[in-house]
């Protein structure tokens, strides 16, 4: 018999039928964590360590990973001033071409 915590989409409406999302999400870290084995220095690792989080958070928010990453390297000094207007969930392409412009 199952537990009663296994069957929460019995009781709340909405509640989703699997965690594949999560699942997912968490397959990008391991595997990250994977390669950081073979960098040379602690300190790559822990720098490829913020552009995988960084990546992964652009992602989600369904934003175009490269346009952003460039678009804070052109803006570094900017970015240094205000970073929350830099944070990828503020980021759109519209902002980031009236910027460069």
């Known amino acids: 018999m199952p537990d009663q915590k296994d069957m929460a989409f019995t009781k709340y409406a909405g509640a989703p039928l699997d965690n ?6 968490l397959k990008l870290v ?3 964590r994977k390669n ?3 960098f040379k220095e602690p300190i790559g ?3 490829a360590d913020v552009l995988m989080s960084l990546c992964a958070t652009a992602f989600s928010a369904k934003i175009n990973v490269h346009e952003y990453l ?6 570094a000094e900017e970015v240094k001033k205000h970073p ?3 944070l990828p969930w503020n980021f759109s ?7 460069e412009a």
């Open 84 to 86: 929350e207007n830099f």
């Open 70 to 75: 460039v678009h804070i390297m052109r803006n």
């Open 36 to 38: 950081t084995l073979f």
């Open 20 to 25: 594949n999302i999560q699942e997912q999400k």
């Open 30 to 32: 391991i595997l990250h």
């Open 93 to 99: 392409s519209k902002n980031a071409n009236a910027l």
């Open 45 to 47: 690792a822990a720098v």
